[in-house]
């Protein structure tokens, strides 16, 4: 029983953002020492929160700052992305929603918009490019490469066989799984210490406005889908709804973290 305490203790401090962990390294140690397993969910809750406000973590200025957020606000983007595109693959389409027939280009309009605007670009340093193409090449190159086989798959013969058995929802599963892990590499790369090095830093103006159109994206393309949750794949539109909708709080409040933080 003793010898199982520790590790568990070691684990949940490592599950604080690792800016947090190296300025209040020893406080933070000692609260989650000194909490016992009722505190858990509490602690876990609160840790889970400090992700998603990374403009409120310890930097040595400002643009670290916008950096982090840059990376939340990224990897939201390819979230909602995500679940549109999932919803819309069950079944779930904002076009049969009310107002669905522009509601859905303008969110994905205002999606491409913000993705653009929250993404750093490069630096002109062939040096530090490389370096970043390099760490996406050995992150990226196994779900490209896991995509390519699916693809390959789906419109080979054996893909035709595939789709008229119970095994095509592996598949199905695969395929959405290698597109996530796909999208957690991505931001990997980014917030990495190779990205940090080729990337520019977004400007305050040009990462707001981002962020403003992506959670305007989320909230449109969530609203949308909530509107045709009585009609067929009532449950599918529901969740993913509520999980677009949802998704736009992380960004809403990076907004009023910089805000307050100066960045």
Do not use: N
Not at 183 to 205: H, N
Request: proline share 6%; net charge positive; glycine share 8%.
């Amino acid at each position: 029983m003793s010898g199982g305490r520790p590790r568990r203790t070691v684990d949940l401090f490592r599950l604080y953002p690792a800016p947090m962990r190296e300025h209040w390294g020893e406080e933070l140690a000692e609260e989650v020492r000194s909490a016992d397993w009722r505190a858990w969910p509490g602690l876990l809750a609160a840790i889970a929160d400090l992700w998603l406000h990374p403009a409120i973590w310890p930097a040595d200025h400002r643009a670290q700052r916008r950096d982090r957020t840059a990376v939340l606000a990224l990897a939201v983007a390819l979230a909602t992305g995500f679940v549109g595109a999932l919803a819309a693959e069950q079944g779930a389409r904002q076009a049969a929603a009310p107002g669905g027939a522009w509601a859905a280009p303008l969110g994905q309009a205002l999606l491409l918009v913000g993705l653009a605007l929250v993404t750093p670009f490069p630096h002109r340093d062939p040096a530090a490019l490389r370096a970043l193409l390099a760490t996406a090449a050995r992150r990226l190159t196994a779900p490209a490469l896991a995509g390519a086989g699916l693809v390959a798959l789906a419109h080979s013969t054996l893909g035709s066989a595939l789709a008229a058995s119970d095994y095509r929802f592996a598949a199905v599963a695969c395929w959405w799984t290698v597109l996530a892990v796909g999208a957690l590499q991505t931001c990997r790369t980014v917030a990495g210490p190779a990205g940090r090095a080729a990337l520019a830093t977004p400007s305050p103006f040009r990462l707001r406005l981002g962020l403003g159109a992506l959670a305007t994206a989320g909230v449109l393309a969530g609203s949308t889908l909530l509107a045709t949750w009585t009609a067929d794949h009532a449950a599918t539109a529901l969740t993913a709804g509520i999980l677009l909708v949802l998704l736009a709080w992380p960004l809403a409040a990076a907004l009023r973290d910089l805000r307050q933080t100066g960045s």
